[in-house]
């Protein structure tokens, strides 16, 4: 008599079976994505390393990610972009394009020590400067009542979830205001963290406490900061610094909260940590932005605007513009190109704020009234090819209100 096949036992194998060649692959890449700005160098042609992928966004990708670049020798740099630096190349053009006048935007030594930029960030006044425009960077430029360049640097940190959700942004503020006010964990920790009032806000900070605190090599050190800083790459590694920080500070006679306090610290800076240089050349940014916005508010905010802003809607950066002083105007087909302008203390918003408009269309409009101004609606339909939605959306934003007549009355117009 054959026997039926036990399926609980099958089941159980097949399971067993998936359970161990999953713990195998834990950890594997499962798919090639490529990052936002990283760039691969090397000195023979990338194919002496690895064969490449090209995928739908046409850039030839390497088939090993950053860690083994990195293993390898390669050079790997992350070559991002932001609107920031939009913002203050196209400020300075619009300057000198509507006053006349060549700045010199990489003067960041004098913006330091301007006491009219320094008074904005004291008030948190800095809407539409880059990184600390935000409420909450607002709020907290205004609690520290920042007064300096390397301020901003600590505060361009300390804003980080991490730092931030641990507490300790809170206690950096009280400790600015009252340096004398606190007592440090433990004297080493004081002479490492004299410059930041006892409290790691750097990932230069974590390598400092790991190594001349905990007494982990410099190599383990930067591995932690690595972790901290996001780039994790196995659980097993991050236990094992764990366990040899608590084992070196039993060993150095630590308190064994002081211990966990400072690994609680360390830990907040999880996936969410700047290095110095990094606060400091955000900090930069920051004070070219504050220089253009406190000098020349108008022609930064139609920079900001062109640029589609930052952290607000594009309707906050005009009001910005309308109480320093501009008058805003509508899109009008005499006046307007398709980006925002400016003539003087006149901002015609651009074309491209309107929904459904088509570039090409506006392209042609503008270029053809190179020649001679539109008189009417009449004169634009004869002299460019624009279709009926088209010229509807101009109509309905009052595109043609310098002819004097009505949006209303604009269908019983062309019908005489």
Partial sequence: MIEEPNHTDCQHKIAKTIRYYGKRIAGFPNYLSIHAGGVLISEAPITSYTALELPPKNFNTTQFDMYVAEEIGLYKFDILSQRGLGHITDAVEIIRENR?????????????????????????????????????????????????????????SIIRPGVAKSGMMQEYISRFHDPKGFKDLHPKMEKLLKETFGIMIYQEDVIKVAHHFAGLDLTDADVLRRIMSGKKRAEDKFEKIRKKFFENCKTFGYPE????????????????????????????????????????????????????????????????????????????????????????????????????????????????????????????????????????????????????????????KRTH
């Avoid at 003067?107 to 006044?125: A, H, Q, S, T």
């Avoid at 990184?131 to 361009?156: F, H, I, Q, T, W």
């Avoid at 008189?375 to 634009?380: E, M």
Wanted: hydrophobic share 40%; net charge positive; proline share 1%.
């Fill in 100 to 156: 006349g006048q060549i700045i010199d935007i990489h003067r960041v030594l004098k913006f330091k020590g301007d006491e009219l930029l320094l008074e904005k960030v004291k008030k948190g006044k800095t809407i539409g400067c880059f990184y600390v425009e935000s409420p909450a960077m607002r709020g907290l430029l205004a609690k520290l009542m920042c007064n300096s360049y390397l301020d901003m640097v600590a505060a361009s």
């Fill in 257 to 412: 909260g002081i211990s966990k306090e400072v690994w609680r610290q360390i830990e907040s800076f999880s996936g969410y940590s700047f290095s110095k240089a990094h606060s400091a050349s955000y900090a930069v940014e920051s004070f070219q932005s504050l220089y253009l916005k406190t000098y020349f508010p108008l022609e930064f905010m139609v920079a900001v605007i062109n640029n589609f802003g930052g952290f607000y809607k594009t309707e906050f950066y005009v009001h910005e513009a309308r109480m320093a002083g501009a008058t805003i105007y509508a899109s009008c087909i005499n006046n307007s190109e398709y980006l925002t302008t400016i003539k003087e203390k006149a901002i015609y918003l651009g074309f491209i704020h309107l929904q459904n408009s088509e570039k090409k269309i506006i392209s042609q409009l503008v270029e053809e009234r190179k020649n001679v101004a539109y008189k009417d609606v009449i004169d634009l339909v004869g002299r460019v090819p624009i279709k009926l939605e088209q010229l509807l959306i101009l109509i309905r934003i009052g595109a043609f209100r310098f002819s004097g007549i009505s949006k209303k009355n604009f269908c019983g």
